[in-house]
């Protein structure tokens, strides 16, 4: 028997055993995570060298912080801490995924989303077997869906909407048996959707709308018993919908939107898809009733059957859908023309969640019920134009108080215009236009300060346009066409400087004089006043309205001539002045409105000779009957010939004794001359180097010798007409600064150094290059040395992002948004110098390479050593602009500067339409492929409008992100990307035009480009 006291002794042994084996084990275990963990550092520094992180979100991504602590990454387990996820989501991120992706073998979850990552879905995401969740929506991925995805057998989310991807959905994502979400919305996908995704069982959600797949709908698709939400939306769907598809009972939304389905809704409908929350067949094919079962779908939130052909009467009780909140059923021939036809209305008081109600367009007749005034206070929209409704609009329509749009158009309304309207103060579109209504306009809607549209044309409205609409400063549209409305044009209307698409007030009793504000509408693109009793002459102001496409005038009393500020019209498309009281002769500009397509001049009183170029030498656009004093033009109008006119010969001749005297005093006269100005000039540079010194700080030739490291050919970035850019370092206040190196050599670069400063002197723009210091001294050889340093821009130049080579391993791309943000921030700057600096500053080199973009990708106009002063007096000719030579760089200098005219404003204008075709087309204006007289603005112009398509460039992103998923039944997106880019080019277009005369200012450029970005950013 062992005492006690041995016991110590004997268990030391056994202690010590197992302290030595835990040590080991830990030692080893650190050992493995350390090297496994090596292989996720290695993988994830290699997909970070692809990316391109304007925010720097990856900056922590390096060997000082441990791996786990990265941002974006999530280590698993309590063991081998490997990389379970990586989340980058919405972090402005571009560049390429990297293939080392599947060296992360221990990924579960990987988040890309809402980024600008381009380039093709990397096979290797195939080796992840452990991954579940890929989530790739709203980037720039392009190529196929690689078939590997069929080896992630555990993978539950597919997301890779808002792309570029193409191709077939791969029949190999049959194999994923696990997947719940596959979604693949707004790419360009073909061909069919495949069986085999019936197969999947588990499938919760399937999306693929807005891509280019066709065929039926597989039958199989009913045998997914999991499935919520089944959107096929804007697609070329044909045939009926299959039967089994309404077996699905757990179906909570069915979203057919803008496909050719064809067939009849199922009359059970509403037992059969008892879950059913949201409806969407908008743009097919389907006809016959509306079932009335949808009574019983409790659950209904949102109703969509409109741009079909259903028929007959609505017999669907909304009273028991209590959380309807959208029933739109225009476009469709419902309804009978019969007294009872919107009695379903009163079913919807009940509604309390209530925000759309739209039947327009359709064949509902009977009296509108005054019950529409206890709709929900909800309602946002209540649309029922086109139809054969009658009776009043009533006064309790004022309980709709968050009412953004009203729309009784083209009915059989009476009566007068409720002033109650006037009380929806969140109103912004009111149409009452084609009915019968009576009355004045109530100067209540001057209270609708929110409202962008109002139509009130076609009715019997009478007495004077209230001045009180002038209050509705935010309106685009107004029309109040064929009424009878008397008294002047109150110039309250023309302050309303939003008025961009329409103001018609044709066929009216409006009489007085045009007034003179019409001049502030610079943004409208449709002025009709035909057809009223305007007098006076036209007043010079409307040349203001550059925009204008269509200005009709015609059958009314104006006389005088046409003023010659009307040559500023450069967009102008139709311009009637038919039956007026106008004289004097034709306006030889009318040659050169390069966008005019009719023109109407018939019963005034013109005469003199008819000009026969542009619009006025083709017949049939041009219309010039009841002017008896024409003459000339063109055979086919068999006007009378003109008399020509014979030359008057001098009286006087100089004596030939005295033309010798003449050109030597002339001679001796030049010399002076010159040498006046050779000693002025000196003087003006010593003075403007006094300037200079004071304005910026001077720095030593040695202090930049060292932020450039003597300036190293590793730091050199650049390369401009009089000189190198370096890259430095001031290391005392760590600030990184370009540096702008004078070649003194090249003839003229002292000049420009002067002509730089001299403007960086005078000017503050957000978009425009910050000097931070000069340097005018001498190296360390006693040469002289001139140099600017400016902010340093990390992004380099809008060139680099243009126009990359092919080798190069940093590829980047600017997307849509990027590239809108950019031309937005170079047209300010351009507008700033023309129309804000006194004197007004021209570029005169306006180009990608001069175009720098800091970290947050804000444009900055660089380079203005060819900049020049616009000064009114000629004495001072050295800030004078020179015809001497072509100034500016072949591709973007303006045509007239060859024919030896001044640098001008519209030389600048001319060289951003290059700059603005060459950023969306990517095609360099010098390209080998213009040749032959074939220019950039050639090659945009044919495409205008329905093939601009073609001519972007090719990997340009099409942002569809923003695309509101709740409004499917348009599926507006890609459209609105479309318009969006053709008015990119037609900008581009305007702004290269030969004739300076026929190019637009950059004021409107700015307002135009803004308006084309609020577009697109809204997406409605």
């Not at 096929?232 to 939304?253: Q, T």
């Not at 502030?520 to 496409?549: A, M, Q, W, Y």
């Not at 026969?612 to 656009?621: D, H």
């Not at 030049?670 to 403007?688: G, W």
Request: charged share 15%.
């Amino acid at each position: 028997m062992l005492s006690s006291s041995n016991c110590p002794t004997m268990l030391l042994p056994i202690w010590y055993l197992f302290i030595l084996l835990l040590s080991y084990s830990l030692t080893t275990s650190s050992t493995v995570t350390i090297k496994t963990q090596e292989t996720d550092r290695l993988a994830l520094l290699a997909i970070k060298s692809q990316l391109h992180d304007p925010l720097n979100f990856t900056s922590s991504w390096n060997n000082s912080v441990p791996l786990c602590l990265w941002r974006g990454v999530t280590c698993g387990g309590t063991r081998d801490q490997r990389v379970a996820k990586l989340d980058l989501r919405s972090q402005s991120i571009g560049g390429r995924l990297s293939p080392f992706i599947g060296n992360l073998s221990f990924l579960w979850s990987i988040h890309l989303e809402n980024n600008s990552v381009y380039g093709e879905i990397p096979s290797e995401v195939g080796r992840l077997w452990r991954l579940q969740h890929l989530y790739l929506f709203n980037n720039s991925f392009s190529g196929t869906i690689p078939t590997s995805l069929s080896n992630c057998s555990n993978l539950i989310r597919f997301a890779a909407s808002y792309n570029n991807l193409v191709g077939k959905i791969p029949k190999e994502l049959g194999y994923l048996s696990k997947l719940k979400t596959l979604s693949h919305s707004d790419n360009h996908l073909t061909g069919q959707l495949p069986a085999f995704i019936g197969n999947l069982s588990a499938l919760q959600i399937i999306s693929v709308e807005g891509n280019r797949l066709s065929g039926g709908i597989p039958d199989c698709f009913g045998q997914l018993r999991d499935l919520i939400s089944l959107n096929l939306a804007v697609n070329n769907f044909s045939g009926m919908l299959p039967p089994s598809i309404y077996n699905l009972s757990s179906l909570l939304e069915l979203i057919l939107t803008s496909n050719r389905l064809t067939g009849t809704l199922p009359s059970n409908i509403g037992f059969i898809l008892p879950n059913l929350e949201n409806l969407y067949i908008y743009g097919n094919g389907f006809v016959g009733l509306l079932p009335s079962s949808l009574s019983n779908s409790s659950n209904l939130e949102r109703l969509d059957v409109a741009n079909n052909h259903f028929s007959g009467m609505v017999s669907i009780d909304f009273g028991g859908l209590t959380n309807i909140i959208d029933v739109m059923l225009g476009i469709n021939h419902l309804g009978t023309g019969k007294a009872n036809d919107v009695e379903f209305i009163t079913s919807l008081m009940n509604s309390s969640r209530m925000e759309i109600l739209g039947f327009e367009d359709n064949q509902f007749g009977g009296v509108l019920p005054h019950s529409i005034s206890n709709l929900s206070t909800t309602i946002i929209v209540l649309a029922i134009g086109m139809n054969q409704i009658s009776g009043t609009i009533p006064p309790g329509i004022r309980n709709l108080v968050k009412l953004t749009g009203l729309d009784f158009t083209g009915n059989q309304l009476t009566g007068s215009i409720p002033p109650a309207i006037g009380e929806l103060k969140e109103l912004q579109v009111l149409g009452l236009g084609g009915n019968s209504l009576q009355g004045s306009i109530p100067f209540s809607l001057g209270n609708l300060t929110l409202l962008n549209g109002l139509t009130l044309d076609s009715n019997n409205l009478q007495d004077n346009i209230p001045s009180t609409i002038g209050n509705c400063q935010n309106l685009i549209k107004f029309t109040a066409s064929e009424n009878r409305l008397t008294g002047n044009l109150p110039p309250q209307i023309l302050d309303i400087t939003t008025l961009s698409l329409d103001l018609d007030l044709s066929d009216n009793l409006l009489s007085g004089p045009l007034p003179s504000e019409v001049g502030n509408l610079k943004h409208l693109v449709s002025i009709k006043i035909s057809k009223n009793r305007f007098s006076g002459e036209i007043p010079s102001t409307l040349g203001d309205c550059s925009n204008l496409e269509y200005l009709h005038m015609q059958g009314n009393s104006f006389s005088g001539n046409i003023p010659p500020p009307l040559s500023s019209l450069r967009s102008i498309k139709e311009l009637d002045l038919s039956s007026n009281n106008f004289s004097g002769q034709i306006p030889e500009y009318f040659q050169n409105l390069s966008f005019l397509e009719y023109l109407n001049l018939s019963y005034n009183n013109f005469e003199g000779e008819v000009p026969t170029e542009g619009v006025l030498k083709n017949a049939t656009k041009i219309s010039l009957l009841g002017n008896e004093k024409l003459c000339g033009g063109l055979a086919t109008m068999h006007l009378p010939s003109c008399h020509s006119k014979r030359s008057m010969k001098s009286k006087f001749s100089v004596p030939k004794v005295v033309a010798p005297l003449l050109v030597s005093c002339l001679i001796l006269s030049l010399c002076f001359i010159i040498i006046i100005t050779r000693r002025r000039k000196a003087a003006n540079e010593s003075s403007r180097t006094l300037h200079m010194e004071e304005q910026f700080p001077m720095v030593s030739y040695a202090d930049l010798n060292k932020a450039t490291n003597e300036f190293s050919s590793s730091n050199l970035i650049g390369q401009g007409n009089f000189g190198f850019v370096y890259k430095g370092l001031f290391s005392e206040s760590n600030m990184l600064v370009a540096v702008k190196v004078i070649n003194l050599q090249q003839k003229g670069a002292s000049k420009s150094f002067i002509a730089e400063c001299e403007a960086l002197r005078k000017i503050r723009h957000r978009n425009l290059t910050k000097v931070i210091t000069i340097c005018s001294s001498m190296d360390f050889k006693g040469v002289d040395f001139k140099a600017i340093v400016y902010e340093y821009m990390q992004n380099g130049s809008l060139d680099d992002w243009l126009h990359q080579n092919e080798d190069q391993v940093d590829t980047r791309n600017l997307s849509l948004i990027q590239r809108l943000n950019v031309a937005i921030d170079v047209a300010s700057a351009i507008e700033y110098l023309h129309h804000h600096c006194q004197p007004p500053i021209i570029h005169a080199d306006l180009k990608p390479s001069n175009i720098l973009l800091n970290q947050d990708m804000v444009a900055h106009v660089s380079d203005f050593g060819l900049a020049k002063f616009l000064l009114d007096n000629p004495i001072n000719a050295e800030t004078q602009p020179s015809s001497i030579g072509i100034k500016g760089t072949i591709g973007y200098v303006a045509p007239e500067y060859g024919l030896g005219n001044d640098v001008s404003i519209s030389g600048d204008v001319y060289s951003f339409g290059v700059l603005l075709l060459e950023m969306f087309t990517g095609k360099r204006p010098t390209d080998n492929m213009f040749n032959d007289g074939i220019t950039l603005h050639d090659f945009a112009k044919v495409s205008l409008p329905e093939r601009v398509m073609e001519i972007v460039e090719p990997s340009l992103p099409l942002e569809l992100s923003t695309v509101d998923n709740n409004n499917r039944r348009h599926g507006e997106g890609r459209a609105k990307t479309e318009e969006c880019l053709v008015g990119v080019i037609r900008i581009g277009v305007v702004c290269s035009m030969e004739s300076p005369a026929e190019r637009m200012e950059m004021t409107n450029v700015v307002a135009k480009l803004c308006a084309l970005k609020e577009k697109i950013s809204r997406r409605i």
